[in-house]
């Protein structure tokens, strides 16, 4: 017996999530599919420094395209920085300012490679 009750308040919190989903403005079955966890990209292009390449990557000397759904914007200068990952953002905010200046010497290296 106590078995058909979980089961009946699990199969009550299912329909009730799912009611609550589709209640929510903007919600849609393709964002669905994407999980939880899915950043959502922003619907006009966003234009970032470094061409839109994460920093820390920019700083190591590779560029690893960052569609802007992760992003900070600098209060010092209004500059927007782009992230590939939450993780590269989290580092990245442990010393900005330092990370931005690893970040120009590395794309000074980057652009002066290129034919």
Do not use: H
Not at 24 to 33: L, M
Not at 71 to 80: E, F, R, V
Not at 83 to 97: A, K
Request: hydrophobic share 40%; glycine share 8%; charged share 20%.
């Amino acid at each position: 017996m106590p078995n058909s009750w979980i089961a009946v308040g699990f199969s009550a919190l299912l329909a009730a999530t799912a009611a609550m989903a589709s209640a929510q403005p903007g919600a849609s079955r393709s964002s669905d599919a994407e999980g939880i966890w899915k950043a959502r990209v922003p619907a006009t292009p966003m234009k970032g420094e470094f061409d839109n390449f994460d920093p820390l990557g920019v700083a190591a000397g590779a560029r690893i395209k960052a569609d802007c759904s992760l992003n900070w914007t600098n209060p010092d200068d209004g500059k927007l920085y782009c992230f590939s990952s939450g993780t590269s953002l989290e580092y990245f905010l442990d010393r900005p300012q330092a990370n931005i200046e690893r970040a120009r010497q590395g794309w000074r290296k980057l652009t002066a490679q290129q034919p």
